[in-house]
């Protein structure tokens, strides 16, 4: 049927379907800003437009509902001066993360200012209420409405400059405009859903029902039949090749233990078969008409049940080492049935007890260290699975051009889904490119290939370009989620506070598969073990499988779970001992100079080594936090008389990158006239590594950031990086970047010590773009223009390696006022401060950002999400209905961040990371916070209404 | 799955396309029909948004909402009672609630709806195309015809009390309630107790209600205690049958003591 509506003010003719929703249809007629999170359920609202001036999800109206009606979407800022000044605000405000829910945010904003002027940040909330955003922890568009709102009413408005660090430079510790910014506001292609060519194929995959079974048949002949199916594949029909999905580095310490497609199903939407066809349609008909008889096997569904003796066992293949020797005592002869476990070497596992990892280390003597103890406390925690929800799922486009295969992905890691996807597809890596498209939230489950591997083998074999995006109930049950872990803490001490032993032993629940499985769990240990300084301290970790959904990598990468053990048993000691619990961190916290002796025994997939402190910030940031907060200053009225007010506070740690694991490289080219171009091997994922790493080149060379543009992310263009995990963007991808600037510095000198007859040691870069020396001075563009002409001294390009065996710890103090109800078990947090030290702050206001996200990402994490299974491990949550995510309406009333630098002596103009260590307060904070509020310890988050009830004894 | 779409001209044309179209349903705002859980039921749509009421019409001791209100139009009236208002603002966030109707939610007829409570409490009539209006409890019982408007007693004296609880601020909710009484005599006249999230539907507690009527507001505790010895909900995904019962309790208690802040 054909609807006529105005569409951006122009009248417009829409052929539909009777049963479309507005969202394709606009999106055929042209429209590329739609973006989707909630597969039509209307709880993401990414979809937004507005619909005769009113903010409606496009997903949730049939087409021909828009008959006669006004349709404004973001690609109309060109005439809409008040949409145009929104982008702009939200560019400046620095809200642009990932992006992939801005120009639904813009227009949220349009409809709130075009009925208020100057709305009240309660009116704000309420206009964004609709608008999920997983990156941005939502503070800063607050900051962008009032923005906008005084720039409409006065043209000529300035708004404050942020904080600014490092006087001496003149881009670096100050805010500028994201380089990706602009475009991503104004909705322009950008993501993987945007590259797709017309005679794209959909790949769709029948997920297992079962937990836990062997597939004993597979009968797809009718499947086949389906008009428009062009391939069909299962594990009878795919390599038997055995990978880690694990975008680590290689040798992976993730064990080598699925296929393709495996031949035994090992939680509820494992791989069965998968469909490739002409349309999306197609390829769920064929999927209806797929046969499958499973034998059942009983799932292993907790920690508990996978240790003990007798349990199911979730790999029964053989198993083998690629190198070292295998550890005496294990089971390595399979049943013959199942596929195999390869271990590149040894992680202490023994797979036929679900024993995925293991291990143990530790300094002192526990023992002796809890006898001279004056109070022994033991305690244990635990944390449950969370989803990581990037608004855009795990997507892929993968397709075969002059006899190679591209892969245009929302990747974290380009260059391990290279190396990977060629094992699994069983061709060679020069075959492979990868092309990092914008990225529309990846937190971890990116790191993973969760879709590259099928896709690219499909579009191998089937030579046509192949489409494969998951669901949002495949991305919760199917792509990584963060490990549960259960760990005991066992705290020594003396009257006065003094740690005399700690013991942390943990068991994590990897899920069926073992990506990730011994290094999330150690990063628990090493990420919160090493915070305070013990003679006596030790650890035993564990990882088991289980038939529930894979765990992964996930922000923070386990150290939320051993800080939330942590800090939460050094409050309980405190209590305990009637110690202020500040002052029992003080007591036994690191310090400059510090050497932190436990990380001997903390390597990552090699031996660790002990570290000396240089700076520490903990006590000024636990100063500033004490008094900017109030730590002891009398506690507002509560509520209401059901209401208790509390307050918890932490300190945290997290790393910057993986020294002497990972490396990071960067090309930087001299153009003609005198801009650069940035190769960055770095992989932005919204967090603005693209505009660290140009803000590195025009710092250097002198010149405006408009005058560098960067290419990131392509494995055939940009030189080799690691890729974006472990906090390693600002100091690996940043350091490599900084070191190819000052290679093209030392070149440019070169170059013009010869044209202006100087030597090279007297020569300087001055802004804008020019070299200066004793004698005279000359451009950046006439050294450029000369290098490309014949007689020139040929194209200046610097590069830029890097590689350090230099640990930058970034710390920091979280302080949180909660009010909790007795009545009820309600939490609302009212205030949260964060104090951290990134190092220096390349841009202040995107780290803010970073910290924001990451904070309310954690308080979501420990109010109420959850993944929760039934006794068969059926997922029961998997969509937004059920597991909620925190909107704009959560967001603490009182949401500080203040930047208290440390500069490292390594990381680019001294900076560290940022992002990660973030989300390590907000848990054991809270908890502490609830203790000190009602007087219950909360052991296990989240902390829901009905746990508290339970715990304050008003529930059986 | 909407395999096909009407649009008819009036609402008596809509009435006879749902009596002819097998699998027809009506369509207001699409909140819930166009939902996931939809998606691979065969239906025809019958567009009738355009044809309902969508004014809120006060009258003399009484309130008459059209069916296409919708619940961000509700939520901003100056005429709605501000316990109404708070049930409309319960409904999800902003982009939902410029779309969702007043017709809409009572047709999905859902356990956690927003309005129903309110509706049941307020003993609600429904107005319908070319029938006698109907009570909000007789018509979720046996529903029948396209409802056109709603209308609520509002005499002197009347007060109304709106909560929720849910899992977070833009969560459904997973325990509504609305309770009203007259409190001319200081007492709790005519009350009425309705809650969704304890049963597959929304409705009210005839044996809570007449516990409490013609009384003073008990005390809180005492309140609470009886309440969820009315209460038998079951246990899910959204929490224990004990917390459940207790949660909705603590509700009932609050809105009822509200009433008596109200008449104080």
Avoid at chain 1, 503 to 524: F, I, R, S, W
Avoid at chain 2, 243 to 261: H, I
């Amino acid at each position: 049927m054909t609807v006529s509506l105005i569409l951006n003010d122009r009248p417009q003719r829409l052929e539909c379907s009777p049963g479309e929703n507005l969202k394709a249809a606009l999106g055929r007629a042209g429209l590329v800003s739609l973006r989707e999170g909630c597969d039509g359920e209307g709880s993401c609202g990414l979809c937004a437009v507005l619909l005769d001036g009113r903010l409606v999800n496009s997903c949730m109206i049939l087409a021909p509902e828009a008959e006669g009606r006004k349709i404004t979407s973001i690609e109309h800022f060109n005439k809409d001066p008040v949409l145009r000044t929104i982008q702009r605000a939200l560019i400046d405000a620095s809200c642009v993360q990932c992006g992939y829910c801005t120009p639904a945010v813009a227009l949220a904003i349009r409809e709130l200012l075009a009925r208020s002027t100057q709305p009240s940040d309660a009116q704000i909330a309420d206009a964004l209420s609709g608008t999920l955003c997983r990156c941005t922890g939502y503070k800063q568009f607050f900051e962008a409405v009032h923005l906008a709102s005084a720039r409409l009413s006065d043209p000529g408005y300035k708004a404050p400059t942020g904080d600014e660090f490092k006087p001496d430079l003149r881009h670096v510790g100050k805010d500028r405009e994201k380089v990706d910014a602009q475009m991503l506001a104004q909705g322009e292609r950008a993501f993987v859903e945007d590259r797709l060519p017309q005679d794209v194929c959909w790949l769709k995959v029948l997920g297992s029902p079962i937990a836990h079974g062997w597939i004993k048949s597979i009968y797809t002949a009718e499947a086949e039949a389906v008009p428009g199916v062009v391939a069909i594949v299962s594990h009878l029909n795919t390599p038997r090749t055995l990978y880690t999905s694990a975008g680590q580095g290689f040798p992976e310490p993730s064990p080598y233990d699925q296929p393709m497609f495996p031949r035994k199903v090992r939680h509820v939407g494992d791989r069965v078969a998968a469909v490739l066809a002409e349309s999306p349609e197609i390829a769920e008909e064929a999927l209806k008409k797929i046969k499958v008889e499973y034998e059942i096997v009983e799932p292993v569904v907790s920690i508990a049940q996978a240790k003990t003796e007798g349990a199911p066992i979730v790999h029964s293949g053989d198993i083998s080492y690629a190198s070292g020797e295998k550890p005496e005592g294990i089971s390595v002869q399979g049943d013959g049935r199942d596929d195999g476990v390869v271990y590149q070497f040894s992680l202490h596992a023994d797979p036929h007890r679900n024993l995925a990892a293991s291990a143990s280390g530790g300094i002192g003597d526990i023992e002796k260290g809890l006898k001279e103890a004056d109070l022994v406390l033991e305690r244990s925690y635990r944390a449950n699975r969370v989803q990581c929800t990037p608004m855009e799922p795990h997507v892929v486009l993968a397709k075969v051009e002059s006899g190679r295969l591209v892969l245009h992905a929302s990747t974290q890691v380009p260059w391990h889904v290279r190396r990977i996807v060629a094992r699994a597809v069983g061709i060679s890596e020069n075959k492979i490119r990868v092309i990092k498209e914008r990225v529309g939230g990846g937190f971890g489950a990116k790191q993973d290939l969760v879709v590259e591997d099928l896709a690219g083998y499909l579009a191998w074999t089937a030579r046509k370009p192949v489409y494969f995006r998951l669901s949002r109930e495949e991305e919760f049950i199917a792509s990584r989620t963060r490990h549960p872990m259960d760990i005991k803490v066992t705290l020594g001490a003396k009257r006065d506070g003094r740690l005399t032993a700690i013991k942390m032993e943990l068991d994590a629940d990897t899920g069926p598969y073992g990506q990730h499985c011994l290094t999330v769990p150690m990063n628990a240990i090493s990420k919160s073990l090493p915070l305070m300084i013990c003679n006596n301290a030790g650890f035993q970790v564990r990882a088991w499988y289980t038939n529930l959904s894979p765990a992964g990598a996930y922000q923070g990468y386990g150290a939320p779970q051993g800080s939330f053990a942590l800090q939460t048993a050094l409050a309980e000691l405190a209590a305990a001992l009637g110690i202020d619990q500040l002052e029992l961190i003080e007591k036994n916290r690191v310090d400059s100079g510090t050497t932190i002796e436990i990380l001997k025994s903390l390597g990552e997939g090699r031996e660790g080594a002990p570290v000396t402190l240089g700076r520490c910030g903990l006590g000024d940031m636990i100063a500033r936090g004490r008094e900017n907060f109030g730590w002891h200053s009398p506690k507002p009225e509560a509520p209401g008389s059901d209401w208790r007010i509390g307050r918890g506070a932490v300190i945290i740690q997290q790393g910057s990158g993986l020294p002497g694991l990972d490396a990071a490289n960067a090309e930087l080219r001299l153009l003609s006239d005198g801009t650069l171009l940035m190769l960055s091997g770095g992989a932005d994922l919204g967090t603005g590594l693209d505009t660290v790493t140009a803000k590195t080149a025009a710092e250097i060379l002198g010149l405006d950031l408009e005058d560098v543009s960067v290419i990131s992310g392509d494995t055939d263009i940009t030189p080799f990086d690691k890729g974006a995990y472990a906090s390693s963007g600002t100091f690996f991808s940043g350091g490599a970047a900084l070191r190819a600037a000052e290679d093209l510095r030392r070149k440019v000198f070169a170059a013009a010590a010869i044209l202006l007859g100087e030597k090279p040691e007297n020569l300087r870069i001055e802004y804008k773009g020019m070299v200066v020396g004793k004698k005279g001075r000359i451009s950046l563009a006439e050294i450029g223009h000369k290098s490309v002409q014949g007689d020139g001294h040929s194209e200046l390009t610097g590069f830029g390696g890097f590689k350090t065996e230099h640990a930058a710890f970034p710390y920091g103090a979280h302080f949180v006022q909660v009010a909790v109800n007795e009545r009820t078990g309600e939490v609302k947090v009212q205030r949260y401060h964060a104090y951290q030290d990134c190092g220096t702050p390349i841009n202040p206001a995107l780290a803010k950002g970073q910290i924001y996200g990451a904070v309310l990402k954690s308080i979501g994490h420990s109010l109420y999400e959850e993944m929760l299974y039934d006794k068969q491990g059926i997922c029961l949550n998997p969509r937004f209905l059920d597991y909620k995510i925190p909107m704009a309406t959560e967001m603490p009333e009182d949401l500080y961040v203040e930047l208290m630098p440390v500069e490292d002596e390594v990381g680019p103009f001294g900076a560290k990371s940022v992002s990660e260590i973030s989300m390590n307060g907000a848990a054991p904070a809270i908890a502490i916070a609830i203790h000190d509020a009602v007087g219950v310890w909360m052991r296990e988050w989240p902390f829901t209404p009905e746990r508290i009830l339970k715990a304050l004894g008003s529930l059986d | 799955m909407v395999h096909a779409y009407y649009r008819p001209e009036t609402l008596e044309e809509a009435q006879m396309l749902l009596e002819r179209e097998k699998d027809a349903r009506l369509l207001a705002g699409g909140s819930y029909l166009l939902s996931p859980q939809f998606r691979d039921i065969p239906m025809s749509a019958i567009a009738v948004s355009g044809l309902l009421p969508h004014s809120i019409e006060r009258r003399e001791e009484s309130l008459l909402i059209g069916a296409g209100v919708r619940f961000q139009d509700l939520a901003d009236s100056a005429l709605i009672p501000e316990a109404l208002k708070h049930a409309a603002l319960g409904m999800a966030n902003r982009n939902v609630r410029n779309r969702a109707t007043v017709g809409g939610n009572i047709g999905a007829d859902r356990s956690c709806s927003s309005l129903l409570p309110f509706f049941f409490a307020a003993e609600a009539v429904y107005h319908r195309a070319g029938l006698n209006p109907i009570s909000a409890e007789l018509w979720r019982e046996k529903p029948s015809g396209i409802i056109t408007a709603v209308e609520l007693a509002l005499p002197e004296g009347r007060a109304f009390a709106y909560g929720k609880y849910s899992r977070s601020a833009c969560d459904l909710a997973l325990i509504g309630c609305a309770v009203r009484a007259d409190l001319g005599s200081g007492r709790l006249d005519n009350l009425r107790i309705a809650l969704g999230g304890l049963s597959a539907h929304v409705k009210r507690f005839p044996g809570l209600e007449a516990l409490l009527e013609g009384k003073a507001v008990p005390p809180r505790a005492e309140l609470e205690a009886m309440a969820a010895s009315c209460f038998s909900p079951i246990d899910d995904l959204r929490g224990s049958a004990a917390f459940k019962r207790r949660r909705a309790a603590v509700l009932v208690a609050d809105l009822v003591g509200s009433l008596k802040e109200q008449c104080a």
